[in-house]
């Protein structure tokens, strides 16, 4: 984070206390700074150049991080928790209309499409992602959580310690049994 | 679903079976499930499942979309339109984005350009800010070796993109190939490279990626640069990035002509540039690359451009003598020597022992050429790297970070370009100093704090004062450094405040009446004048110009320039007569000591015509600026922005003095000119079209005129506002034309519209007041409104008289008077 978190979270609480626009103008550039470097990070090392969309979804985060104008920033942690949430639906969500797109043709599409994804490894369903982490939610939320924050919200073992207030020993072990148990959901679908 | 309880249980065994080794884990699983087979079978079946792939989700879920983002951005995009621009076809795919012919259609002109979209492309708000500010300077550049950048921007996408001149021609070493030209032809073409290159860096630009593909050859023989600039934008949009990423990259842009430092992701200078014209001339001379490599791998290049000393050209012409029509003992025998010599130096890895400059390296070529000794040979004055800029890599995105890494930049290449200038020790001592400024940007020492690039130009020049006072010499050259990087952000006064300090230091120390105090009065000056502050420059270029009399003779070309300068204050003061006896003085003197025809001539008769026809000495003017616009043709083709504006001044002054039919001509043709190279929308292609008009209404052509009236008024409106004076002329003249069409109503609309934005303007020089009040009365007593156009006819008389302005404009302005006072007698009879 280039503004240190001390920072960001007076800016958070001054806008989420006060309602004041001007702490909200500041705050957004570097948040959205934030959403977008760990998107970057992914893509460019996922795949040379094409990147252009993944800003697209990142401005939707954003904007739908101003639209939370209820909630009450504790700090920069909680702030990521958020944003986490948010890339989850931003990305389940695209999936999903991706997919209704796919069924209601476009044939000229679907075949270029089909064309470039052969040569990518076998895809990784979101939507189905999705649903197996709401089930796990109602069984362990902690561990629901930690999936979040580690795949949608690309945080690291100790960001992810951080923001939940545990320890990494137990992010790593939550995470295991969470993804085991998610691989077998995707099979069983 | 199972109950959480359950869940927890089977959660734990899952964890404790994982910390015993494998074989074990069956037997414990036995003991631990204890006869419930289903909790069992659950907890081996989530052991499975974790064993059969340790990679499931580790990579995020951002990127397991990227594919499908991939396929949903990519296609066609023909008949797409991109900006203002529809894709016509694509030209060229690269590393770095692919390039699209594109085409603009503005009803009657169509203009063809090259659109380069960069797939590298990140853009935030603040990256678009700062690509924004990049391309204006890039836009500055108008030199005819290099493809000047149109527009620019980013698609709603958020690729950035660039519209740029588009260039036919082929990469300048296929052309030598295929011409077959022998090594001087060869010399005099890298020669035009780098003049063009030198030109970018005097702007401060640094292209860091030159190579065959971006420098063009036409069918006339004119080389082309492509791409100036943009790879710095791509690299900063990798700001965040580490040294990966910035590998990455390289191997996107050409590793073959990459520099080391590029390699090793140290800072870029104009030596990188330098070196890159060195394996361009390794290239054109032996038809070879620099480095010979076993195996196309790009790690392997790496390691030679970091490591291997590049053989000698003269060693290398085994293959290719007959792309030079020679054989290659002769061709041997051409390079051996100097021309080794200097290609090796351009090569050197480490950039303070190459040529400092592109020009440096062009000046020895020259040298060669005209065999003279070259400064290749022998020990070469080591200068200290200029490493000092972006050495401050900050992990991650700071706020300030885009602002100093362009700041940097710019810091960076005024000091290289001063730097050749400066002795060793001078330039080292400069050099600490303006890296302490950039540690201020480390965020371990800004404690939290953003800080702004004024900030930190500020603190360097706070700190000028008190740290660098033993170091007279030093304070100056930083000085001076900081000062044009103000002038470039826009800070005049605060450039003008470090200036004048300056000029204070270096009375005292080189004396009140030295040439180093006048050079530093002439820049002042420009700087003021730059800025329109006439009455601030006067006094500076007059001392500098009695400094120079005296130090440097009455003949000096320092002090034909003064007179040059002094004259342009007083053009525009309104003192006609005392700047046209300083300007045929400076004229003179110029003739004599740099010829008739050089560009200190040409520049100087420039100002001249102005002269003339502000005090529409028509006649005088034309003589002249037909002299200009065939200088700028001859030195700078017909398409340069120079030569069409010297064509449209030569075509105002045929209008004025009445000759409209080649005026006509004239203008037809400086707007096809300036839709191709400036844009339709330009600004001063709404000039000319006004122009156009005029001229074609004067021929009685009215209804001709009409759209392209309509058409001018429209873009200098966008261009300048609806409350601006160009919105007032344009409208009165607007208005005239439709008087002519006959299109009273409309002619009355615009002739009020006209009068009302200049009613609200302060400050118009009177001359241009009296147009609009002229058009407004001649429009009003075609209407019949005798009472309006009376009055306005009366002021317009007035204010010429009052500038002395006697010449056409006042003949105009008096014979519709006059026309007015014989329609009342008629109406009373």
């Known amino acids: 984070m280039a503004t240190d978190g001390h920072t960001v979270t007076e800016m958070l609480a001054e806008w989420s206390d006060s309602g004041n626009r001007e702490a909200l103008d500041k705050l957004m550039p570097i948040v959205y700074d934030e959403l977008h470097r760990q998107a970057a990070r992914y893509l460019r090392h996922e795949r040379e150049g094409h990147t252009l969309q993944t800003t697209a979804l990142v401005h939707e985060a954003y904007v739908r991080l101003i639209g939370q104008a209820e909630v009450r920033w504790q700090n920069r942690a909680h702030f990521f928790g958020i944003a986490a949430e948010m890339m989850r639906r931003i990305l389940v969500d695209y999936a999903r209309k991706r997919q209704a797109l796919k069924r209601g043709g476009d044939a000229l599409k679907l075949t270029l499409n089909e064309a470039l994804d052969s040569s990518s490894e076998q895809k990784l369903d979101l939507i189905s992602v999705d649903e197996a982490l709401t089930k796990l939610a109602g069984m362990d939320k902690q561990q629901a959580r930690v999936v979040e924050l580690r795949f949608f919200g690309g945080l690291n073992v100790d960001e992810t310690a951080e923001v939940l207030s545990i320890s990494p020993r137990t992010v790593k072990r939550d995470w295991k049994v969470a993804k085991a148990f998610i691989r077998r959901e995707l099979r069983a679908a | 679903m199972k109950t959480q309880q359950t869940w927890q249980?089977?959660?734990?065994?899952?964890?404790?079976?994982?910390?015993?080794?494998?074989?074990?884990?069956?037997?414990?699983?036995?003991?631990?499930?204890?006869?419930?087979?289903?909790?069992?079978?659950?907890?081996q079946s989530l052991l499975a499942e974790h064993d059969a792939e340790e990679n499931f989700l580790e990579s995020p879920a951002i990127a397991a979309v990227a594919n499908d983002v991939l396929a949903d951005t990519e296609g066609p995009r023909i008949g797409e339109q991109f900006g203002r621009y529809r894709i016509e076809a694509l030209i060229g795919r690269g590393g770095m984005g692919d390039v699209f012919l594109g085409s603009r259609n503005d009803g009657q002109f169509e203009q063809h350009v090259a659109i380069k979209l960069l797939k590298h492309g990140f853009v935030g708000d603040k990256t678009r800010l700062r690509f924004l500010q990049e391309r204006q300077i890039l836009a500055r550049l108008?030199?005819?070796?290099?493809?000047?950048?149109?527009?620019?921007?980013?698609?709603?996408?958020?690729?950035?993109?660039?519209?740029?001149?588009?260039?036919?021609?082929?990469?300048?070493t296929t052309y030598c190939k295929h011409e077959r030209l022998g090594i001087e032809q060869r010399l005099r073409l890298f020669l035009k490279v780098c003049d063009a290159v030198e030109y970018a860096h005097h702007n401060l630009i640094v292209h860091r990626d030159l190579k065959p593909s971006n420098i063009l050859v036409d069918d006339k023989g004119h080389a082309k640069l492509l791409d100036f600039g943009i790879a710095k934008v791509l690299s900063q949009e990798n700001r965040a990035a580490t040294k990966d990423a910035t590998r990455t990259m390289m191997r996107a842009m050409t590793p073959e002509y990459a520099a080391p430092e590029q390699i090793r992701g140290d800072p870029v200078t104009t030596a990188t540039d330098v070196y890159a014209l060195g394996v361009l001339l390794y290239e054109l001379l032996t038809g070879e690359k620099p480095y010979r490599i076993t195996r196309d791998a790009p790690l392997e290049l790496e390691r030679a451009i970091l490591e291997q000393d590049p053989s000698r050209p003269s060693t290398r012409t085994g293959s290719s003598a007959e792309h030079f029509g020679t054989n290659s003992r002769e061709l041997r025998k051409r390079l051996r020597g100097d021309l080794d010599r200097i290609v090796l130096k351009a090569l050197e890895k480490r950039p303070e022992r190459r040529y400092s400059t592109p020009e440096a390296l062009a000046n020895d070529i020259r040298r060669h050429l005209d065999g003279l000794p070259i400064s290749a040979r022998g020990d070469t004055v080591v200068y200290r790297a200029g490493k000092f800029v972006h050495r401050h890599r900050i992990g991650?995105?700071?706020?300030?970070?885009?602002?100093?890494?362009l700041v940097g930049g710019l810091i960076a290449t005024t000091w290289q370009a001063r730097r050749a200038q400066m002795e060793a020790r001078k330039a080292e001592a400069t050099k600490n100093f303006l890296k302490s400024i950039f540690a201020a940007s480390d965020p371990t020492q800004?404690?939290?704090?953003?800080?702004?690039a004024k900030q930190l130009l500020d603190d360097g020049a706070r700190r000028i004062e008190t740290e660098l006072k033993d170091q007279p010499d030093v304070q100056s050259e930083v000085a001076r450094v900081i000062a044009t990087t103000y002038q470039q952000l826009g800070e005049y006064d605060r450039a003008r405040t470090l200036l004048m300090a300056d000029l204070e230091r270096r009375r005292k120390i080189d004396g009140p009446r030295s040439v180093q105090v006048a050079e530093l009065l002439t820049e002042l000056g420009d700087a003021s004048y730059g800025q329109g502050k006439y009455d601030e420059a006067a006094p500076m270029y007059e001392e500098a110009l009695s400094i120079q009399r005296e130090q440097l003779g009455e003949r000096s070309p320092e002090v034909a320039r003064q007179l040059w300068n002094i004259a342009g204050v007083k053009r525009n003061r309104g003192d006609y007569s005392t700047a046209e006896q300083m300007q045929n003085q400076s004229l003179a003197i110029f003739v004599e000591r740099r010829g008739e025809d050089s560009r200190e001539a040409n520049d100087v008769r420039n100002s001249l015509a102005l002269t003339y026809a502000d005090t529409e000495r028509y006649a005088e003017a034309?003589?002249?600026?037909?002299?200009?616009?065939?200088?700028?043709?001859?030195?700078?083709?017909?398409?340069?922005p120079e030569t069409i504006n010297a064509r449209y001044n030569q075509a105002s002054?045929?209008?004025?003095?009445?000759?409209?039919?080649?005026?006509?001509?004239?203008?037809?043709?400086?707007?096809?000119?300036?839709?191709?190279?400036?844009g339709a929308r330009h600004y001063k292609r709404?000039?000319?079209?006004?122009?156009?008009?005029?001229?074609?209404?004067?021929?009685?052509?009215?209804?001709d005129a009409l759209p392209l009236i309509n058409e001018s008024v429209r873009i200098l409106r966008d261009h300048f506002g609806p409350a601006h004076l160009?919105?007032?002329?344009?409208?009165?003249?607007?208005?005239?034309?439709?008087?002519?069409?006959?299109m009273r109503s409309e002619a009355e609309r615009d002739s009020r519209g006209a009068f009302d934005v200049l009613d609200g303007l302060k400050n118009v020089a009177p001359r241009h007041a009296a147009i609009v009040k002229t058009n407004c009365g001649i429009v009003f007593a075609a209407i019949g409104k005798l009472d309006y156009a009376e009055r306005n006819l009366t002021e317009a008389v007035a204010l010429l008289r009052s500038e002395h302005l006697e010449g056409a404009s006042l003949n105009r302005a008096q014979s519709a008077l006059d026309e007015v006072a014989r329609r009342r007698v008629q109406d009373k009879e």
Not at chain 2, 658 to 672: H, L, P, S, T
């Open chain 2, 9 to 43: 249980r089977i959660t734990e065994l899952f964890e404790q079976a994982l910390e015993r080794p494998r074989e074990e884990r069956a037997e414990f699983l036995l003991a631990a499930c204890n006869g419930g087979p289903e909790l069992l079978r659950e907890v």
């Open chain 2, 142 to 172: 108008e030199h005819p070796a290099i493809a000047r950048l149109i527009d620019g921007g980013v698609t709603e996408d958020g690729a950035p993109f660039f519209v740029m001149e588009r260039v036919q021609g082929e990469p300048i």
């Open chain 2, 396 to 405: 991650a995105a700071a706020a300030a970070f885009i602002f100093l890494s």
């Open chain 2, 446 to 452: 800004a404690q939290g704090k953003e800080l702004t």
């Open chain 2, 622 to 640: 034309l003589a002249l600026q037909t002299a200009v616009a065939s200088w700028y043709e001859r030195n700078y083709g017909a398409d340069h």
């Open chain 2, 653 to 678: 002054s045929l209008l004025a003095l009445g000759r409209a039919a080649e005026a006509e001509q004239m203008f037809a043709d400086i707007v096809a000119r300036f839709t191709r190279v400036l």
């Open chain 2, 686 to 703: 709404g000039r000319a079209l006004r122009m156009w008009a005029r001229s074609l209404d004067e021929l009685g052509r009215s209804h």
């Open chain 2, 726 to 742: 160009e919105a007032a002329i344009g409208l009165s003249w607007q208005a005239i034309i439709e008087a002519h069409a006959p």
